[in-house]
């Protein structure tokens, strides 16, 4: 096991009826709040009215923050920081998905210096010091809700750029499994492919292979993923399923599973947020293609690990003695088909995107390569990866 | 799942050499502080001279309280609690294992109270501060290091009570496996045992069947404490064994397990508890004595959850239809042939405990049980469960 800092402070607080406790969580942080949100879907659900009844319950004074789109764009980050400025704010409360949390940890970066905030995703800049960020959560995919990281996209130079900061942990994160029974189909099997992508990555890029407690934490994660995943698609109001989808995803990303690991990377992302940013693909869809390609590319390297997976979560019913080759075939073939099964595109045609593009994808990805230090991949290795997502 | 609430914000610090990062560590939480710590065993190895140095470079004043016993007491405590009054201290440096940082969590929060410290532990009074807590962590056992519990034991009433309060969090706890490469195959075997035994406790006694994230999770711990415990008795300076032994200790009893599960109990640290208090019995011995009984007891009630357990960590070699209760029976018997393989006890009689004295034992633990809440619990039930420890 290598060296770690584990230090995760957000509080979660979990299960039915939980929502209106936002409001409490949040005036002990600051009386005078930004809501951010995305489209219309919150007020539809009714969802808005209970937060902000909450909030005002709570006496925090709000100004609204509406708008967010998934791969959240910097200029929208950037008009709420105008407002968190212009009106003096001192808490960001997030009702939303992944790309809202993201934005609002942004926005609580941003609003307390000088300097632009795409600085702090360049690179020039260094984060000190934030606004507290606390979230309602609407779907289980990104981890967001309990963990310092953020993604953006800078809408001039299509650069999909992400990274994090101990200060940017929420304060305390809301997960009503039941806000979640809403989620269309094609979102909640997205959600829980990010979540097996954000837990696959770690997984398959360690550095050290003496970590059992993690491997067996991560291989439970990438089963419930799947399980769970399938019986929100069989029935979206089965709370059990919701629930647990729902703390798998989050668990998926809080630093526990990477913890010990050493320098893991985000490869299949990096990749991904080329897809993303220049086709707005949705995340996990674009995922549902680079992963299975991903995996294909990286047997080459590391079969073994690859079927220490596929022993672990999809173990063949007879008792004969496969090689890891077989198996690690077999896992790939079996993420890839599940992938289908729940709907997810699998390869670079179904999202209709020529594999003519793959040079320009690939430039696009080099430049997030270069910046996560992900030096192993050159414009080559990324085009030949993408030529195996199909 | 049930609805939960878990917020852990103790900092890990985990690793080689990472015993130096006290100083600083406990700088920003106060300068006057107060080291706790048991006998001489971290003067022996080097490691009270390497805390001494960093907090005395951080510059911290220090005021010692030494000579913590395993099964801390409550005279002791008060002695600490005395000396923090005395010298206006705001910092507790606990250096040990489970009875030290137990006894330091006790003194952090007696000193902020006139009233005396087992008022807390009696029920009479609730916890509303405590003075803060690091930590240096010096067996793989208790998870005390990354939890709000504490076990202290009343020398007058002989009474062996726990609990927890969220403010007890130690702030900070530094884990450096290399520290428990000293630690005898005794002792190493019984902190095996305990995080078992804290594992098997959440997850026998769950009241919700729809838990897989955290089933999973529990699974792989206790495969995970078993696999590390065997690697540390064949070689005590096998750093991935002491490593993978220390986390999965850790996490065993963080609240991550358990979130979700609804109100579990401790059955098990219910009855050993009496053990300890009445016959100095180490906790992981007496574990290992009452684990085997408590099961084959529980049995009766949810041999499917045994079963499950068993199939899952235990998988039988061949494919046969194996019953619940064969795999039950075949789980509890596999517990107690390793626990003797690692040379814990796996019966009364191997304590020098006379079997006559089971109602006695069943009288002391019942008072623990009533302050639990573990109503199920008779004193003909508890003997009925002493009756199978043998």
């Given at each position: 096991?290598?060296?770690?800092?584990?230090?995760?402070?957000?509080?979660?607080?979990?299960?039915?009826?939980?929502?209106?406790?936002?409001?409490?969580?949040?005036?002990a942080l600051g009386r005078r709040g930004l809501l951010v949100y995305g489209q219309n879907s919150v007020r539809e659900t009714g969802l808005y009215d209970q937060v902000t009844a909450s909030l005002a319950g709570a006496g925090i004074e709000m100004v609204e923050h509406s708008g967010v789109q998934s791969n959240p764009m910097l200029g929208h980050v950037r008009e709420g920081i105008a407002k968190v400025k212009e009106h003096n704010l001192n808490v960001i409360i997030a009702v939303g998905g992944g790309s809202v949390i993201d934005s609002a940890?942004?926005?609580?970066?941003?609003?307390?210096?000088?300097?632009?905030?795409?600085?702090?995703?360049?690179?020039?800049?260094?984060?000190?010091?934030?606004?507290?960020?606390?979230?309602?959560?609407?779907?289980?995919?990104?981890?967001?809700?309990?963990?310092?990281?953020?993604?953006?996209?800078?809408?001039?130079?299509?650069?999909?750029?992400?990274?994090?900061?101990?200060?940017?942990?929420?304060?305390?994160?809301?997960?009503?499994?039941?806000?979640?029974?809403?989620?269309?189909?094609?979102?909640?099997?997205?959600?829980?492919?990010?979540?097996?992508?954000?837990?696959?990555?770690?997984?398959?890029?360690?550095?050290?292979?003496?970590?059992?407690?993690?491997?067996?934490?991560?291989?439970?994660?990438?089963?419930?993923?799947?399980?769970?995943?399938?019986?929100?698609?069989?029935?979206?109001?089965?709370?059990?399923?919701?629930?647990?989808?729902?703390?798998?995803?989050?668990?998926?990303?809080?630093?526990?599973?990477?913890?010990?690991?050493?320098?893991?990377?985000?490869?299949?992302?990096?990749?991904?947020?080329?897809?993303?940013?220049?086709?707005?693909?949705?995340?996990?869809?674009?995922?549902?293609?680079?992963?299975?390609?991903?995996?294909?590319?990286?047997?080459?390297?590391?079969?073994?690990?690859?079927?220490?997976?596929?022993?672990?979560?999809?173990?063949?019913?007879?008792?004969?003695?496969?090689?890891?080759?077989?198996?690690?075939?077999?896992?790939?073939?079996?993420?890839?088909?599940?992938?289908?099964?729940?709907?997810?595109?699998?390869?670079?045609?179904?999202?209709?995107?020529?594999?003519?593009?793959?040079?320009?994808?690939?430039?696009?990805?080099?430049?997030?390569?270069?910046?996560?230090?992900?030096?192993?991949?050159?414009?080559?290795?990324?085009?030949?990866?993408?030529?195996?997502?199909?």
């Open positions: 096991m290598q060296n770690f800092v584990f230090h995760n402070p957000t509080k979660i607080i979990f299960g039915r009826n939980t929502v209106p406790t936002i409001g409490s969580e949040s005036v940890k942004a926005i609580a970066a941003g609003s307390v210096v000088d300097h632009d905030v795409w600085k702090f995703f360049s690179g020039k800049k260094s984060i000190k010091n934030a606004l507290p960020v606390t979230t309602v959560l609407t779907l289980a995919a990104s981890g967001s809700e309990m963990n310092s990281g953020m993604v953006i996209t800078n809408d001039t130079t299509q650069e999909k750029f992400g990274f994090g900061h101990r200060l940017l942990h929420p304060k305390a994160s809301i997960l009503d499994p039941e806000v979640t029974f809403t989620v269309p189909p094609d979102y909640t099997a997205y959600g829980a492919i990010d979540a097996i992508a954000h837990v696959l990555e770690f997984y398959m890029t360690t550095r050290d292979p003496d970590t059992p407690v993690q491997d067996r934490f991560m291989e439970g994660l990438i089963e419930n993923a799947m399980n769970s995943c399938e019986r929100c698609l069989k029935d979206p109001c089965d709370y059990g399923g919701r629930a647990n989808l729902m703390w798998t995803a989050t668990l998926a990303l809080n630093g526990l599973t990477g913890a010990g690991l050493g320098r893991v990377g985000f490869p299949m992302h990096m990749i991904e947020h080329s897809l993303s940013a220049l086709y707005k693909v949705p995340h996990g869809a674009g995922l549902s293609v680079v992963i299975p390609g991903w995996l294909s590319w990286y047997r080459r390297h590391d079969e073994a690990r690859i079927a220490m997976l596929g022993r672990r979560i999809f173990p063949p019913s007879d008792l004969q003695p496969y090689t890891d080759a077989q198996i690690a075939e077999r896992t790939i073939i079996i993420f890839k088909n599940w992938f289908g099964k729940i709907e997810g595109p699998v390869s670079l045609e179904e999202l209709d995107i020529p594999v003519t593009d793959i040079p320009q994808i690939a430039e696009n990805a080099l430049a997030l390569a270069r910046f996560w230090r992900l030096n192993e991949y050159s414009q080559q290795t990324i085009e030949e990866i993408l030529s195996l997502c199909r």
